[in-house]
């Protein structure tokens, strides 16, 4: 059997207003501001990332592995510095990974973290 590969494409372009952006994967489109935008803020939509991905692949570990994972919230909060040095100005200084899971016990619940984090 061979094994298949994914390949994720998501495509955005400016749109006239500086400080916004379309962006695009497959059919769906949405708008990605600058920070204090009026929309989504491009920073929220990669944390939206990595907390979709927690929430989707530990449920999916959760099934394969028979742990009886109710429900789940993963939330995430980054920091950076309002006024980094010109070097610095796209890193975070800190990001928070909190999980919240019903049904699991404390070790099913921290096994499935571990996985997550190895992956």
């Known amino acids: 059997m061979t094994e298949l590969s994914l390949t994720y494409a998501v495509r955005s372009y400016s749109t006239g207003t ?15 501001d600058d920070s204090g935008g009026e929309e ?3 920073g929220e939509l990669f944390l939206g990332g ?11 570990v959760a099934q394969e592995e028979e742990r009886p994972l109710e429900w789940m919230d993963v ?3 980054a920091y950076r510095d ?3 040095p ?3 100005r796209l890193v975070y200084d ?9 049904g699991v016990s404390d070790e099913d619940g921290e096994a499935l973290v571990d996985t997550w ?3």
Not at 18 to 32: E, F, K, M, Q, S
Not at 50 to 60: G, L, Q
Not at 94 to 102: P, V
């Open 18 to 32: 500086l400080g916004r952006a379309i962006c695009n994967a497959r059919n769906h489109h949405w708008v990605a």
């Open 40 to 42: 989504i803020g491009a």
């Open 50 to 60: 990595i907390s979709a991905c927690a929430v989707n692949m530990i449920e999916r």
């Open 75 to 77: 939330s995430v909060e």
């Open 82 to 84: 309002p006024n980094p």
């Open 86 to 88: 010109p070097s610095d």
């Open 94 to 102: 800190d990001i928070r990974i909190h999980f919240k899971m019903w």
């Open 117 to 119: 984090k190895r992956r």
